[in-house]
Structure formats: C-alpha cells, structure tokens
C-alpha cells in the first residue's frame, strides 16, 4: 500500500501565494508520475498539473502562468507552488501518484486533500 499525505492549503487573500506539499510512503518501487487535481463541490474533479518521471510538465490553461510544480524524487515528494491566487482557485487540492509497487504492479493512488481558499 501507498500513502500520499498534502500539506500546505489554507486561507489566503487574493494575489497571494501558498505552496503545498505531497509526500508519498509505502511499497514504492518508483513513482512515474505525480500530480495535482483540484474539486469543488458540484464540478468535475480537474487536472491542475502533473510532472512525470522523465520531466514532462503539464499544467491547466487556467494555471499556467500562476502556479508551478516540481518534485523531488529522492524524496517521493511534489510541490506547487501557486502565486497570483484567484478567489476561481479555491477547491480541495488532492495529490496523485502512478506507482510501480515493490510487487511490481502499477496503481494511482490518492491523496485526502487539502483545502485551499482565496478570499478577502
């Protein structure tokens, strides 16, 4: 089994900035993919951006120039790093890994989420 546990979400005015946080534990063999989603109630859950092992990026058009993530594999962590925040950006923050596990198979897992929400 794989835990991912996000930390860094909270309240913060418009314009701010807040990085959160994924760490990733378990029976990690290798992770070729982490990545950030975001949901609000009532919408479809969506891609905010996603690095893979082999450093592709991808990030939703709405982000792009706003919010960056990055990863450190040594670790088995992820980050994003979001400026410039918009009252459009407040949702529950999940992070997600693609794992090869120790017994060889691949999986997504989830993390629980953290809130984050822009507001004055």
């Known amino acids: 089994q794989v835990q991912l546990v996000e930390s860094g979400g909270g309240l913060v005015q418009p314009g701010g900035s807040l990085r959160l946080s994924c760490a990733a534990s378990?029976?990690?063999?290798?992770?070729?993919?982490m990545g950030w989603y975001r949901q609000v109630p009532g919408k479809q859950r969506e891609l905010v951006a996603s690095?893979?092992?082999?450093?592709?990026?991808n990030y939703a058009d709405s982000v792009k120039v706003r919010f960056s993530i990055s990863r450190d594999t040594a670790k088995n962590m992820v980050y994003l790093q979001m400026n410039s925040l918009k009252p459009e950006d407040t949702a529950v923050y999940l992070c997600n890994a693609g794992v090869r596990e120790t017994n060889g198979l691949r999986r997504q897992y989830w993390g629980q989420g953290t809130q984050v929400t822009v507001s004055s």
């Open positions: 690095i893979t092992s082999d450093a592709n990026f």
């Open positions: 378990g029976t990690i063999l290798s992770i070729y993919s």
